[in-house]
């Protein structure tokens, strides 16, 4: 069977589109989100719709916990204000209700799935060591993890190793942003699992950045929010 998981939507209905239609013809059966399907992004509501319509499995991220109160603003940096602000205009009750009852952990299918950590998932910590990655291999039973949270797909194995992936192995696997990739290349990232042959592939996908540019200036958002999709930043 084949799995896509998805992480930070960020409201970019352009990129998510996108992503949607390689899952379609890649025939992929489920499709997990790791949440932050909302922040930054122009359109939250229609984001949280196909969220709805077509992942299986959709966990709340921290911009999703600050859009409906329970995460404090003052944890978000200037232009993460912004956009959550704007998007509590915006957003329909019965979508803040939708996104106040997801779950901040799942392990649907022998996997783990978080937005940001296993060993704390609603405390929205960044695994940017190794010394943070053993830790949060000692916080899952799973052979793999995956997380999003950094936009920056990464494959740590159990040995250190770095985007070395082996079937069978243990990995916490970063599946990088759908809607605000930081990795230097602006195309959209999702993971993709075949549970057959246990095989793992980060797929990338072109999308018009400037539909969802023009959006972001649209609606009021800062310039900035627009800027960074173009680099991938
Ligand atoms: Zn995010």
């Not at 195309?187 to 592939?201: E, W």
Request: aromatic share 8%.
């Amino acid at each position: 069977m084949l799995i896509a998981v998805l992480s930070d939507i960020h409201g970019n209905l352009e990129a998510f589109k996108e992503v949607l239609k390689k899952v379609e013809d890649l025939k992929v059966e489920t499709v997990y989100c790791l949440g932050d399907t909302v922040g930054y992004g122009p359109f939250p509501n229609e984001c949280v719709d196909l969220v709805r319509e077509h992942c299986t499995v959709v966990l709340k991220g921290n911009h999703d916990s600050g859009l409906v109160g329970d995460t404090p603003l003052d944890d978000f940096n200037h232009y993460g204000v912004s956009a959550i602000q704007w998007s509590k205009g915006v957003v329909t009750k019965e979508n803040c209700a939708y996104l106040q009852s997801l779950p901040y952990s799942a392990e649907p299918n022998g996997l783990t799935l978080v937005h940001s950590s296993p060993e704390r998932p609603d405390a929205w910590s960044y695994i940017l060591t190794m010394r943070a990655a053993q830790e949060n291999f000692a916080a899952f039973k799973t052979t793999l993890c995956f997380i999003g949270h950094t936009h920056v797909p990464i494959i740590i194995g159990e040995d250190g190793a770095i985007n070395k992936y082996k079937p069978g192995a243990r990995h916490i696997i970063n599946v990088g942003s759908v809607g605000q990739p930081r990795d230097g290349n602006p195309d959209a990232a999702f993971g993709l699992l075949d549970t057959t042959t246990g095989d793992y592939s980060l797929i990338r996908v072109h999308y018009e950045v400037q539909v969802t540019a023009r959006a972001v200036r649209d609606v009021g958002l800062p310039e900035f929010l627009a800027q960074r999709l173009f680099q991938g930043s």
